[in-house]
């Protein structure tokens, strides 16, 4: 299990907030189980970097990543 500043250096995030390194640690926890994960947070808080990090540490990160923004789909 990689720790969270290996993986902050491997997806080059920068910053050493508690709630962050929490949400890394969460990401690690996660990866290797078969549940799905929902990412919430404000606008810019740089969401799209936790599923890159679940994907590329899961069983599944020889498949392709798709990322899908679920706000930007209309709801019709």
Do not use: W
């Not at 920068?14 to 926890?29: F, M, P, S, T, Y």
């Not at 969401?47 to 994907?55: A, D, F, M, N």
């Not at 498949?63 to 930007?72: F, L, M, T």
């Amino acid at each position: 299990m990689e720790s969270v500043q290996a993986i902050k250096q491997r997806f080059e995030i920068i910053g050493n907030d508690i709630k962050l390194n929490r949400a890394l640690e969460k990401a690690v926890q996660v990866a290797p189980t078969d549940i799905s994960v929902l990412v919430t947070g404000e606008s810019g808080v740089g969401k799209e970097s936790i599923p890159k990090i679940i994907h590329s540490l899961s069983h599944r990160k020889h498949s392709k990543y798709i990322a899908v923004n679920c706000g930007a789909i209309p709801e019709g």
